[in-house]
């Protein structure tokens, strides 16, 4: 069954610490891998996405994921958080007919980041 | 530039009940999808709509449908409403991938 699964439920960080969020997906055929962010209070945001080319994608707020076919991961990265990004962040997959797009998000559980001032 | 707007915002309703919730799309965007997130399940796909027809739909039953009308808003009905349903259904619109969400209607049935 298609499915994405993201590691890490709640992390914990100290302002300037280095994040890494990870997301595995299930599923065969071509893919397109997005991030989205809920801030408190806030609606689903997205991050950043990877449709095809350069693996290494870069998104808003300093944000950046990888993608590796070979592991079916697209985690994220991010050098130093700040205490504004505390949300929560959910890893997504776009399933793919042989004739074109779905329409179909599947979500991962989502992660929830605390950041300590 | 104006975001998804959806109608109301929160719902309380009793078993058997039937709803309808509405999605107003960004302007230019002409598919609509919607999306439960019920406790523990995480964001599940509902429906996907296009130019006014149904394109997709996840794995729920027949008493979910909807309908896109020609200004590409769209409602989602729920007949026969269990407790089940109660969830934050969120829709969704693009004009070709990125989907773009809006604040969604928190349901809850009774």
């Known amino acids: 069954a298609q499915s994405v699964s993201q590691h890490n439920h709640h992390v914990i960080l100290s302002e300037a610490a280095s994040l890494e969020l990870g997301c595995n997906y299930s599923?065969?055929?071509?893919?397109?891998l997005f991030w989205y962010v809920q801030y408190p209070g806030q609606h689903l945001q997205l991050l950043l996405k990877?449709?095809?080319?350069?693996?290494l994608v870069k998104g808003i707020k300093g944000f950046e994921a990888e993608f590796i076919k070979s592991k079916f991961s697209f985690n994220l990265r991010k050098p130093s958080v700040q205490w504004s990004d505390t949300a929560e962040y959910f890893c997504?997959?776009?399933?793919?007919?042989?004739?074109?797009?779905?329409?179909?998000?599947?979500f991962g559980q989502g992660t929830t980041l605390q950041v300590k001032p | 530039e104006a975001g998804v707007t959806q109608s109301p915002t929160h719902l309380i309703k009793t078993r058997g009940q039937q709803v309808t919730l509405r999605c107003s799309p960004i302007?230019?965007?002409?598919?609509v999808y919607w999306y439960q997130q019920a406790l523990g399940l995480g964001l599940q796909f509902l429906l996907w709509?296009?130019?006014?027809?149904?394109?997709n739909r996840g794995n729920f039953p027949p008493r979910f449908s909807g309908r896109q009308f020609p200004n590409y808003s769209s409602e989602l009905n729920v007949n026969a409403l269990e407790l089940e349903d109660s969830a934050l259904y969120l829709c969704?619109?693009?004009?070709?991938?990125?989907?773009?969400f809006g604040p969604g209607t928190r349901l809850t049935v009774l």
């Open positions: 969704a619109s693009s004009f070709v991938f990125e989907q773009f």
């Open positions: 599923y065969g055929g071509t893919v397109n």
């Open positions: 990877y449709f095809s080319g350069d693996p």
């Open positions: 997504a997959v776009a399933t793919q007919w042989s004739w074109g797009n779905t329409g179909k998000l599947i």
């Open positions: 302007s230019g965007h002409t598919s």
């Open positions: 709509y296009d130019e006014g027809e149904e394109r």
